[in-house]
């Protein structure tokens, strides 16, 4: 039953949308022609951003699944280039990648053989739970992020509500 529970709060954590916008909300309806602009005072555009997330995540997939797997050097690696622009495919390339590896860590949260509490094998200071509560953080910070920069960029619909950018 706890193990239930357990799987249930760090689906509901990887998906978002409890405390916090969902990852969904926040890409929904961008505005494709916003995407290479950058809010006041930031050095990132919200693709960087976005890139940023789905390349974190991937790195922690990553690490999780292949014990023989080294992270890129930490930040340049995690970050594309301030100057570097991208298009619409560009964008929907990123969106899919990280909805596919959210779906590879949701897959692992759901297998009932994974031992969530275990250390990993490649490195026993961590486990699976630590992990996945890592990726939701992180997520969760930048969707924030995002958000406040489409608030700033005036970049949410004007129809909605809750994130009005008109007034």
């Known amino acids: 039953m706890k193990d239930e529970i357990v799987r249930k709060e760090l689906l509901d954590l990887l998906r978002g949308g409890k405390a916090h916008m969902s990852f969904e909300e926040v890409v929904n309806n961008f505005p494709l022609n916003m995407i290479n602009d950058k809010a006041p005072n930031m050095p990132y555009a919200p693709w ?87 990726t939701a953080d992180h997520t969760a910070y930048h969707i924030g992020e995002i958000a406040f920069m489409r608030q700033t960029m005036k970049a949410w619909p004007p129809d909605d509500v809750l994130y009005d950018a008109t007034g």
Do not use: C
Request: charged fraction near 30%.
């Open 48 to 134: 960087h951003i976005l890139e940023h997330m789905r390349r974190a995540q991937k790195d922690i997939l990553l690490f999780i699944l292949d014990p023989d797997y080294v992270s890129p050097p930490w930040p340049k690696d995690f970050f594309p280039s301030p100057s570097e622009k991208t298009d619409q495919q560009g964008w929907e390339l990123i969106v899919q990648g990280f909805l596919a590896d959210r779906g590879e860590l949701e897959k692992i949260v759901r297998d009932r053989t994974t031992d969530l509490f275990a250390p990993l094998a490649h490195a026993h200071e961590y486990n699976i739970f630590r992990e996945i509560i890592l």
